[in-house]
């Protein structure tokens, strides 16, 4: 049996997402120790024209469940971008993971050649889905995740790379 598209998409932006879950406790739970006002992590930025924490968890988990519902060629669920709190961002944390649970492997079949059309502010790219996943979906995801990371550890949260990759 061959790696599969779903393999390479699902599970580790699954994997992934549970440890973003897990960042997000420790933030919570910094704010609390050091009675931080939890605003002051989810608004951080690493410099003034990058999105803050809470952006870059709701980025981080529209790329997940795109890529997932575009590649099995599916309808994208749609999220309020509404998030104010660490227990709001845990909330659409969870609520990705439980689409990605939803959607079956057999549902990728196909799919490294599936037409994927991105419309974006002054363009639309396109894609033959293997290529979606390896050059846009995966990048993208990792980015966010890693920035959201980079903003807690930036900001004194006790996470290392083990927090990042997850057991």
């Given at each position: 049996?061959?790696?599969?598209?779903?393999?390479?998409?699902?599970?580790?932006?699954?994997?992934?997402?549970?440890?973003?879950?897990?960042?997000?406790?420790?933030?919570?739970?910094?704010?609390?120790?050091?009675?931080?006002?939890?605003?002051?992590?989810?608004?951080?930025?690493?410099?003034?024209?990058?999105?803050?924490?809470?952006?870059?968890?709701?980025?981080?988990?529209?790329?997940?469940?795109?890529?997932?519902?575009?590649?099995?060629?599916?309808?994208?669920?749609?999220f309020e971008d509404n998030e104010a709190s660490f227990a709001d961002l845990q909330a659409r944390v969870a609520k990705t993971i439980a689409f990605l649970d939803s959607v079956r492997p057999e549902q990728f079949e196909g799919a490294e050649t599936r037409h994927i059309s991105i419309p974006l502010r002054d363009r639309t790219v396109e894609f033959a889905g293997a290529q979606f996943l390896t050059q846009w979906a995966q990048p993208n995801f990792f980015f966010h995740v890693t920035t959201a990371y980079a903003l807690l550890r930036h900001n004194g949260v006790e996470v290392g790379k083990r927090d990042y990759l997850g057991g």
């Open positions: 049996m061959s790696f599969t598209i779903y393999q390479a998409t699902v599970p580790p932006m699954r994997h992934t997402l549970g440890n973003l879950a897990q960042l997000l406790a420790k933030a919570e739970a910094h704010c609390t120790a050091r009675k931080i006002d939890p605003q002051a992590l989810l608004g951080a930025r690493l410099f003034p024209d990058m999105f803050p924490l809470t952006r870059q968890v709701q980025i981080a988990t529209d790329a997940a469940k795109g890529a997932a519902a575009r590649l099995a060629g599916i309808e994208n669920p749609r």
